[in-house]
């Protein structure tokens, strides 16, 4: 690959030889080894891997929350391994959108306000059109009717359709999550990833990180890690996809 | 030495500078602040709205510089209305005055028989008056108890034999009729002046000028020619502690009571006859510039030196009395400043500790805001915000609890007279009647404090909640 034809046109990130290590004081932690491949947009990745194989680092540096220790991270234009903890974090309220496992709400906001708060950090007061915008969220995860609610008033299921709405406020990337339903029952699982079909069928590209087969076979791609290395990266076929679908739907626990 | 390197530090340096720096740090916060809660204004909400999350906690912390700042205010007010009442007394004395008190000398110095003369003399008088250029006038005085009477209407005061200057010099101002003039003590007339308390306590009724006041100890009459107004204590002079109470006083022309009464007196008292024998109780000595008083106080001092043996003279230099008073003021609120500034710091750490707690409660509230995008200094500000919230409005309560200091103080004192009467009559009168006055270089630099108090504990605090890298404080339970 020469430089000259390596383009971002058309991904969504691309990744390349991402090295990432922790020195401690009696050892170094090689969480990443090199890792390199690329998202393009609109796609909709499932990162799997045993525990410690490095997923969720992986999905902090590509939520510009950490920065890596060698290779590039390209998100748009920019290599964002070289950037400083300022400009992280304005790619981070501009143009990242995370999910994470405990769905991380400001339990003093109400559901509005903690969809707002990216916007917050992007250093201009609300427009009308990004307050409208909130709103269409909310309605567009099916809380159009609990705006003024705390997450303690909400559900597992319903905080973590919140996180997503706030994970599209800023029109990112890619939404990244890591281990979204870890947390959840299987049926609100199951809404969460109807969401998330939903997202990806509308354009949006999504990261995922999960341990559970289920999960993984609804995306399009799964990418397995082990020991901070890229074991393989496969890409599920639609059959698969709609028999994960349906299998889900019919293995549903009845109401009660 | 010592006292005019301090003379020099608090009038020049300490007002000035002390203002100048606060002026310049104020600007700083001010504009920090302005700046803030114009561009930022969401995160001023956000902190109130963070604040009023724990209102008990937020309520208390701001209590610590409530506190702190209205002691700054009433302590330096306090202070400042006891020097300020002490100096009025030194410089109702007159700062271009020096006065000779005759003082009883001690018991060994006195002869065991019969009466010992002693004390300041009229050839004294004439000396100096004659003598000692840089003087304007000299007044001798004779002063000694005596019973006051008309018709049946007793009265215990001081009888005064004086010249007309008297008045002058003791800020005495006449109400009805004249004060003793030069004619009628040449004539050495039976004329008196009585003092507001004496005309009122003996003449209720009645119009005192024209009237005659009974002396019984001398069997003599005196004719009323002038009543004063009334008029407050003065600082005390000649060793007595007591401040020098005018108000119940009459005054004769001194040839008159030399003539009539002269310079032996006897008193009864507990049954054996006591006595004394004095020319004159005090001279006045005014001044032609208040820069010669110095000066003219050595050469007094030198020309009288021959009371030395005897001890019975003091030389009182109103001028001198007055830069002690205010060094001594000047210190007192420095002390009361830097004892206000204490439970500041008190309040600051309160804030600092309150942050701390916060900071630790909210780290994952950190971890979270930093991972949708808020910069370090994001962090920072919020924080700090709060913070300053936080101290402004104990500021801004204090300075306005300081400000009742003066009708608080009034209200305090009419509670304590009205419940412990007795032991407030024990009182210094300074501090019966006590005028708090607000130092205005308090409320500003109270106010500047407390946000600086709120800035400097709090940034410590931020500083850790922003150093946090968002992941690890995402970690946090
Ligand atoms: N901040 C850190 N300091 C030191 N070591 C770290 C740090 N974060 C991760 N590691 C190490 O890096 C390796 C990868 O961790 P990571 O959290 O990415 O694993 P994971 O694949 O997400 O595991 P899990 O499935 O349990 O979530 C582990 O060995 C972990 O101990
Ligand atoms: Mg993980």
């Known amino acids: ?256 | 030495m010592m006292g005019n390197a301090m003379q020099y530090l608090m009038d020049i340096s300490f007002s000035e500078v002390v203002n100048r720096v606060f002026w310049f740090f104020g600007a700083i916060l001010a504009v920090w602040f302005v700046n803030i809660v114009i561009n930022h204004p969401s995160a001023v909400m956000l902190g109130i709205k963070n604040l009023w999350l724990h209102p008990m906690r937020s309520i208390l912390t701001v209590l610590g510089i409530f506190v702190g700042v209205a002691s700054v205010i009433w302590l330096l007010a306090i202070s400042k209305g006891i020097g300020d009442e002490v100096q009025r007394q030194i410089e109702n004395l007159g700062a271009d005055t020096i006065m000779i008190r005759t003082v009883k000398p001690p018991s060994e110095k006195l002869s065991s028989q019969g009466l010992t003369p002693y004390g300041l003399t009229r050839e004294e008088y004439d000396m100096l008056s004659a003598t000692v250029p840089t003087i304007r006038s000299a007044i001798p005085i004779r002063e000694m108890r005596r019973q006051f009477q008309f018709k049946d209407r007793k009265l215990d005061g001081r009888l005064v034999g004086c010249t007309p200057e008297y008045a002058e010099v003791t800020k005495l101002e006449i109400d009805r009729g004249h004060f003793i003039t030069d004619a009628e003590n040449f004539s050495r007339d039976s004329h008196c002046v009585l003092s507001a308390k004496v005309a009122e306590k003996l003449f209720p009724y009645e119009d005192p000028i024209g009237q005659r006041i009974y002396m019984p100890e001398n069997q003599d009459f005196y004719l009323i020619v002038g009543v004063l107004k009334p008029k407050g204590a003065t600082a005390a002079v000649g060793g007595s502690m007591a401040a020098q109470d005018f108000s119940n006083d009459v005054y004769i022309p001194i040839r008159t009571l030399q003539q009539r009464i002269g310079d032996t007196i006897m008193t009864m008292r507990s049954g054996s006859r006591e006595g004394e024998i004095i020319e004159l109780n005090q001279i006045t000595l005014r001044c032609r510039d208040v820069n010669d008083v110095k000066k003219t106080a050595e050469l007094v001092s030198t020309a009288l030196s021959s009371h030395e043996k005897m001890e019975d003279i003091s030389v009182v230099v109103p001028l001198e009395l007055l830069e002690q008073a205010k060094t001594t003021k000047y210190m007192f609120m420095v002390l009361a400043a830097m004892i206000a500034s204490i439970s500041l710091l008190v309040g600051g750490i309160g804030i600092m500790n309150i942050m701390l707690a916060t900071v630790t409660e909210r780290t994952r509230e950190i971890g979270i805001r930093r991972a949708l995008g808020a910069k370090r200094r994001d962090i920072i500000r919020q924080f700090l915000v709060e913070t300053s919230v936080l101290s402004l409005t104990g500021g801004i309560t204090g300075i306005l609890f300081g400000l009742l200091c003066g009708p608080a103080v009034s209200a305090a004192r009419s509670l304590a007279n009205s419940w412990f009467e007795k032991q407030m009559m024990d009182l210094p009168a300074v501090v019966r009647t006590v005028e708090p006055s607000i130092v205005p270089e308090s409320i500003t630099g109270a106010f500047l404090i407390s946000l600086a108090v709120g800035l400097i504990f709090g940034i410590y605090p931020a500083i850790r909640a922003a150093k946090m890298s968002p992941i690890e404080a995402l970690r946090h339970e």
Request: hydrophobic letters at 35%.
């Open chain 1, 1 to 256: 690959m020469s430089f000259s034809d390596f383009s971002t046109e058309g991904f969504a990130c691309r990744v390349v030889d991402l090295k990432k290590e922790f020195v401690l004081k009696s050892e170094t932690v090689r969480a990443l080894r090199g890792v390199t491949f690329d998202v393009p947009t609109g796609d909709y990745v499932a990162i799997m891997g045993p525990s410690g194989s490095g997923k969720s680092t992986l999905l902090n540096l590509l939520g510009c929350l950490d920065q890596p220790t060698s290779g590039s991270l390209w998100l748009g234009d920019d290599d964002v391994a070289k950037m400083t903890d300022d400009q992280l974090a304005d790619i981070r309220s501009r143009r990242i959108g995370f999910v994470f496992q405990a769905y991380n709400l400001i339990q003093q906001l109400t559901v509005v306000e903690n969809i707002q708060v990216p916007l917050f950090y992007q250093g201009k007061p609300l427009s009308r059109e990004q307050h409208q915008r909130c709103l269409d969220l909310a309605n567009m995860v099916g809380l159009g009717e609990r705006l003024d609610h705390r997450p303690t008033q909400l559900s597992g299921g319903q905080q973590q359709r919140v996180a997503i709405a706030r994970s599209l406020i800023n029109d990112p990337f890619f939404i990244l999550a890591d281990e979204p339903t870890g947390n959840l029952d299987s049926r609100t699982t199951e809404e969460i990833l109807q969401l998330f079909e939903r997202l990806n069928n509308e354009g949006r590209t999504i990261i995922l990180v999960t341990h559970e087969d289920e999960v993984s076979k609804r995306a399009k791609r799964v990418i397995r890690l082990k020991d901070g290395r890229l074991q393989w990266d496969r890409t599920n076929s639609q059959e698969v996809r709609d028999e994960a679908a349906r299998y889900a739907i019919e293995n549903m626990p009845v109401e009660v």
